[in-house]
């Protein structure tokens, strides 16, 4: 049956560096603790069981010169070291997810270099069915002024999975950035035309769940037309939360905030 019972361990905002040299900016995101609460977490999935884990970006804390690349025309060798390191760093976590013998999905966030996460991941948007579920990443962007939105190549793969009759299968929708609620903080967190894609999801019955990060507090709000937005908690800021998202029979179940400490 399409939407079987499905148990999600939803990990955002890891801002990891262990390959990559120093630390992130912001001293409250711990990224060299990373890696070791990562094992921890692995140590204790019997304690959720999950069946599948995603995450939805900045899994690295990349340099922003790096990120945008022009730290590639002020020091070339620096940059693609920086390259080299963040590559480096991704298959680290290939290799945890791998490690955990669940199934896994993954997009990148602002944080991330898109070739090396291409590199070690192979795409920024996702499409896969587990346990009866489509998983659809997409990849976005930030504009100019910092405010979030959807490039025209991701708008059509929108377009298309939620109009297409290709899969009927219930779907899961992941992105990095934030449709509800609508949150504003110095910067936007959710989209420009937010409201008319949220529209869009709340009139097609196949998404049921929407799930984001970006916004380090988390978030959380269910739609008239019971889609579930689940925004995360940052994983590299204390107490190092995650969430579970229990689904069965093509809806959302229940979402329940976890931590490491």
């Not at 060299?32 to 609460?37: A, H, M, S």
């Not at 507090?217 to 019971?226: F, I, K, L, M, W």
Request: net charge negative; charged share 30%.
């Amino acid at each position: 049956m399409a939407g079987d019972r499905l148990r999600i361990l939803h990990l955002t905002d890891l801002h990891m560096r262990q390959a990559l040299a120093g630390t992130a900016d912001r001293t409250e995101r711990l990224s060299r603790d990373i890696p070791k609460l990562l094992e921890r977490l692995g140590d204790r999935l019997s304690e959720w069981t999950p069946d599948v884990v995603v995450m939805t970006g900045d899994l690295l804390d990349v340099p922003d010169e790096v990120v945008d690349g022009s730290l590639s025309e002020s020091a070339p060798d620096a940059y693609a070291e920086a390259v080299a390191q963040a590559a480096d760093d991704y298959r680290w976590m290939h290799d945890w997810l791998e490690s955990t013998a669940l199934d896994w999905v993954v997009i990148p966030g602002n944080h991330d270099h898109r070739t090396a996460f291409t590199d070690v991941f192979s795409t920024t948007s996702p499409d896969t069915v587990r346990g009866g579920w489509r998983f659809i990443g997409f990849d976005d962007d930030l504009d100019s002024r910092r405010t979030p939105v959807r490039p025209n190549d991701e708008q059509l793969r929108f377009d298309d999975a939620l109009d297409g009759q290709d899969n009927r299968a219930p779907q899961i929708h992941l992105q990095h950035y934030i449709l509800r609620p609508r949150l504003y903080r110095r910067t936007a967190y959710s989209y420009q035309g937010d409201a008319e894609i949220a529209a869009r999801v709340d009139r097609n019955r196949r998404v049921r769940a929407v799930l984001s990060g970006h916004y380090h507090p988390g978030a959380y709000a269910r739609s008239t037309n019971d889609v579930t937005y689940s925004t995360g908690p940052a994983f590299c800021e204390t107490p190092f939360p995650f969430r579970i998202m229990d689904l069965d029979a093509g809806r959302v179940h229940g979402v329940f905030d976890h931590c490491i400490d």
